[in-house]
């Protein structure tokens, strides 16, 4: 059975950081690509970053890019998120999700629970 | 930045048919994918590559594709069925995810 579980969430001021984890079992991890996908309160949902399998090519939202990263750490099956130059509206469930498969624009298969980032001060 | 556009609600009696649609520029080209989410819960994927559907989803989900939009069908609406239903496409790099903004499902 696929299992993610997210954590790292919290209360965070603006401008500050955090790094998220996910801890993926249940399959070969260094096999799939990996995606953060976020949902503001009462909002819809929100594609973050995604991460290749084995080549670590990363991709991001134009929202995030250049203040977050996705990494991977294929010995421990773990995905990332550091999250710097937070805003207010980076306020959200953040959750991990399995995919999508690249080569054939595929979907996010499996979900985690999510873990809440709170931005204020 | 590519967008899908769904409507914001739709509202259907029990036993009847609901259709939310989904539109979007590179759906011609780019598999389309729906999920259902329900209060303090993740997304469950219904719906794959625009109308195949997962094991495990009843057959009363279904989904089609008609050039720039795609639907999904949820015949014989039950009350379980009320959700938030989002699609989800690519751009046409392939590389750019998006979802659609959502559509809450009403079972009167």
């Known amino acids: 059975e696929v299992q993610l579980l997210e954590s790292g969430g919290g209360l965070v001021q603006p401008g500050g950081s955090l790094r998220l984890s996910c801890a993926a079992s249940?399959?070969?991890?260094?096999?799939?690509?990996m995606s953060w996908v976020r949902q503001a309160p009462g909002k819809g949902l929100e594609w973050v970053s995604t991460i290749s399998g084995s080549d670590g090519n990363t991709y991001s939202a134009d929202s995030v890019k250049g203040r977050f990263t996705i990494s991977r750490d294929n010995s421990k099956n773990t995905l990332y998120l550091q999250m710097n130059s937070l805003r207010a509206e980076d306020t959200a469930v953040y959750y991990c999700?399995?995919?999508?498969?690249?080569?054939?624009?595929?979907?996010?298969?499996?979900w985690g629970q999510g873990t809440l980032v709170t931005v204020s001060s | 930045s590519y967008e899908l556009t769904q409507p914001p609600s739709v509202s259907v009696s029990p036993g009847q048919t609901a259709r939310i649609t989904c539109s979007g520029d590179t759906l011609p080209k780019q598999y389309a994918y729906w999920y259902q989410q329900k209060p303090g819960q993740a997304p469950v994927v219904v719906i794959k590559k625009d109308s195949e559907r997962p094991s495990g989803i009843p057959e009363r989900f279904s989904g089609s594709s008609s050039g720039t939009t795609v639907t999904l069908t949820i015949s014989g609406v039950q009350a379980e069925d009320e959700a938030d239903y989002y699609c989800?496409?690519?751009?046409?790099?392939?590389?750019?995810?998006?979802f659609g903004g959502g559509t809450k499902l009403t079972v009167l």
């Open positions: 999700a399995r995919g999508p498969n690249i080569a054939a624009a595929g979907n996010f298969d499996s």
């Open positions: 989800q496409s690519a751009d046409s790099s392939g590389t750019y995810w998006v």
């Open positions: 249940g399959f070969t991890f260094s096999s799939y690509a």
